[in-house]
């Protein structure tokens, strides 16, 4: 296999380390635009170097971010390239162009790192759906917000500061917003919904609430009621179709998820067959996403493309209710009060993320059961 490598930053040089030492993948030629001088490959600074090459058989994408990647993505494949990359902006967003393409044109995509980083989650949802249905896909999917969290609940940092570590320790996105906002957990909850239920979420029907508003008062009053905050995705069957939505959910002091610790990640699928399935690990970071490229690059070889067939587009529908922690001007019906903020009745999913909208300086979050 000859691979043209897009992007030597944290993951591509990194995956280029790996295949450095294998014997049956080469990587012959690197898009930077930095001035670098490789042993082993070309340097180049034009993309057309690597689409017009015909001896590389295989682009890998870690460059990040929607464009050019995505031009460059969509020109292999019509090149007849395989295509492997760890963009869950890029895959997540353009899945409707992308999947059906690498389809028509008879050749593999894979993204196992855009989800989980290091951990072999989308590969297992990929060996999962062979044999049951699988139910409910989410979990703690940020390492950026997990640390935050993390470190406010364990150590009472302030939330500024400890982003900011995060971004030193190489684990926020380029634009940190992505993370704490919740897009990034948005859009690795959808990607894995696709791959786990063949379909196609419409991503404007997926609501998402981040952490920015979290304070020092709200992680103490849900000490008080022996409850951690973390940002949670969930993605599942209903009796109308499928649900998903992301959104800061106070879980149980006792629960797995509660014990998170850092910068990991804890991600499940619930199964018919197999019951609750966790996957924990290193959601980011050089080599530990690198190994996932690099394992995509050894599927290809062995003949695997993409995780599942294309389905067909589907809306979330979000109409279950849960409870919510609210800070803010809520008017609705309320059960409790846990200092200045309360505790809503049951309310519809959908509703409440549509009030965060016409409110966007309060604060959320579920409570789970
Ligand atoms: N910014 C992401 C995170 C990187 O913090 O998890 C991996 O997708």
């Known amino acids: 296999m000859k691979i043209g490598l897009c992007g030597f930053g944290v993951v ?102 855009a989800v989980g980083g290091g951990i072999g989650w989308l590969s297992e949802l990929e060996r999962s759906r062979r044999v049951q249905k699988i139910q409910q896909v989410g979990g703690i999917m940020n390492g950026t917000c997990n640390y935050i969290l993390d470190n406010m609940t364990r150590k009472g940092s302030d939330y500024m500061e400890t982003l900011r570590q995060a971004q030193k320790l190489g684990y926020a996105e380029a634009n940190p917003a992505t993370d704490v906002e919740g897009i990034d957990t948005w859009h690795k909850v ?98 530990p996403t690198a190994y996932n490229v690099v394992q995509d690059l050894v599927d290809v070889l062995s003949g695997k493309g993409f995780y599942a067939p294309y389905g067909a587009p589907q809306q979330a529908d979000n109409s279950e209710t849960l409870r919510y922690y609210v800070r803010g001007s809520w008017a609705g019906e309320v059960t409790e009060h846990w200092g200045d903020a309360v505790i809503t009745a049951p309310v519809a999913v959908s509703d409440i993320h549509a009030w965060l909208k016409e409110n966007p300086e309060a604060f959320l979050a579920a409570i789970a059961e």
């Open 12 to 113: 591509g040089r990194g995956v280029y380390e790996i295949i450095q030492k294998r014997h049956d993948m080469q990587v012959t030629k690197v898009l930077c635009l930095e001035d670098i001088q490789l042993p082993d490959a070309q340097a180049v600074k034009d993309f057309n170097d690597i689409l017009n090459d015909p001896e590389i058989d295989t682009v890998v994408e870690a460059m990040g971010g929607l464009h050019p990647s995505f031009e460059f993505a969509s020109a292999a494949l019509k090149a007849g390239k395989n295509l492997v990359t760890s963009n869950k902006a890029l895959v997540c967003t353009f899945y409707d162009e992308l999947v059906p393409l690498a389809a028509r044109m008879g050749v593999k995509l894979r993204c196992t790192a």
């Open 190 to 287: 959808i990607l894995s919904s696709n791959i786990a239920f063949g379909i196609s979420l419409e991503k404007e029907s997926v609501p998402v609430a981040g952490i920015s508003r979290i304070t020092a008062a709200d992680v103490e009053n849900f000490r008080a009621h022996g409850r951690v905050c973390k940002l949670i995705s969930t993605g599942k069957r209903t009796e109308q179709g499928f649900s998903a939505y992301v959104q800061p959910t106070l879980v149980d002091e006792g629960t797995p998820e509660a014990a998170v610790p850092l910068n990991y990640n804890l991600i499940t699928f619930v199964g018919e067959t197999s019951d609750r399935m966790s996957f924990f690990g290193q959601g980011a970071g050089r080599y």
